[in-house]
């Protein structure tokens, strides 16, 4: 008869919970021992009930395994900065190649650091340079339409302002026009002294 296998999960009832305990600490302890015993190494093991209560277990001395695995720790921290110290440092190799890199691609561009050249290098130097001076052409040509584009465009506004400024009298046209009025008007007064009125004397 096969034995039931147990569901591992944790014990609800206490009194079980204890009993169960007990028995797989003498068991992880019994087995750490065979360990140790069998293969020579160097165990500790330290448990803490539920109730705070502490047990454990050493093959040599619990405070001399405990020194040696800080010692290893330790170890292990000041490793791990010179790994990570190494993976910047060729990070930053890459970078600098990289920049060295742009840096002589652009003093080629502008003809300069082009003695180690292969022809076929040259060639495609020349090529990219062309290529370069089309699109700025292109571009160029643009800009110039579109100014002249907008040159016309206010000329013709310009002209149309012109034509209706024309079209509608002036304040000094306007001024000049009520003074000759008032000239006229004036002109057609008698010169002495702007009495039409006669005193006549002697009988009627």
Do not use: W
Not at 30 to 51: G, H, P, R
């Amino acid at each position: 008869m096969t034995r039931k296998r147990i569901q591992i999960k944790k014990i609800d009832n206490i009194s079980s919970r204890q009993v169960t305990f007990s028995k797989r600490r003498k068991g992880l302890f019994k087995k750490a021992q065979e360990l140790s015993t069998l293969c020579d190494a160097d165990i500790a093991l330290i448990v803490f009930s539920a109730t705070s209560k502490l047990f454990e277990y050493a093959s040599s001395s619990m405070q001399q395994v405990i020194e040696r695995r800080d010692r290893h720790s330790a170890m292990h921290r000041l490793d791990r900065p010179s790994i990570e110290m190494q993976i910047e440092t060729d990070s930053n190799d890459i970078l600098r190649k990289k920049v060295e890199d742009k840096s002589r691609e652009l003093k080629q561009l502008y003809g300069e650091d082009l003695q180690g050249l292969t022809l076929q290098e040259l060639q495609k130097l020349e090529e990219l340079l062309k290529r370069g001076l089309t699109n700025v052409s292109k571009l160029k040509d643009e800009k110039v339409m579109e100014e002249i584009f907008t040159l016309k465009r206010k000329g013709v506004e310009l002209m149309e302002e012109n034509q209706r400024l024309k079209q509608v009298p002036s304040i000094f046209q306007v001024h000049r026009q009520s003074s000759e009025s008032i000239i006229s008007n004036s002109s057609n007064f008698p010169e002495d002294g702007g009495s039409d009125t006669s005193l006549k004397l002697g009988l009627p």
